[in-house]
């Protein structure tokens, strides 16, 4: 997995990777990822942060503790849950289907006979893909912090400017370069998990040793256990 996750970010940071042909297929894999998932993962995610925040809004007031309600909203939702939400909802609806479209193309011998043609396939089918993964994870994680930053304000301060001045001072002192630092690795990685691990194949795939196996489930025990990893390295730099 990890050779595979390599040869990907080599191909991805080799400027013959990009020239006006492959440009094209990147962008359209970019496009077919992310914008389907946009309207869907935004509105899901906007309800789930007003319920979540109507919680700890409504907790913090009956304790006496509205000044931490803010504090809490950030580092839940937008430092935590938002980032692992956009990995998981992107691995579902595309990196896993694109996954298993690469493993029929190359149990059926495409590669072999696509390279024996001159054709790198990596290179222009599996490359675009991995791209494509990654762009849409970060983007919905991008956007979805940025809507649950206006409602939180919204449910704290109303539709008013007033509390422009204190909500950026506190959102800015959580946001210290540590954290951003960490948030930044966070969320590329698990865009990187996501993107690469459902494309590796399984160690005899396509040797009929692992016939009673079911490939997804194998893919989507590894993307998990790559994302948990992930998220407790991102706990343990957040607050230990």
Known sequence: MIEF???????????SSYRPSQRRKMLHGIYAATR???????LFSAIVALVIIRIVVATA??????????DVLVRTLVLELIPLSAALFAALRYAMPAGE???RMRLAGEFETRLSAGFDTTRDTVLPRAVAGVFSVITLAALSSAITLVLAYVSLYGFSTWGIPGFTRTVGQIFNPVIV???G???????????VIPM??????????VGWVNPDITRLARLLAAVLLIEMLSLVGNYY
């Open 61 to 70: 007031l009956s304790y006496g503790l509205s000044r931490y309600a803010l």
């Open 5 to 15: 996750g390599a040869q990907i970010w080599v191909l991805a940071l080799s400027p």
């Open 36 to 42: 389907p998932m946009l309207p869907s993962f935004t």
């Open 185 to 195: 690795l966070k969320t590329l990685f698990l865009s990187l998990a996501v993107a």
């Open 200 to 209: 590796v194949p399984t160690p005899a795939e396509g040797s009929g040793e």
């Open 181 to 183: 630092l960490i948030f």
């Open 101 to 103: 479209r690469v493993r």
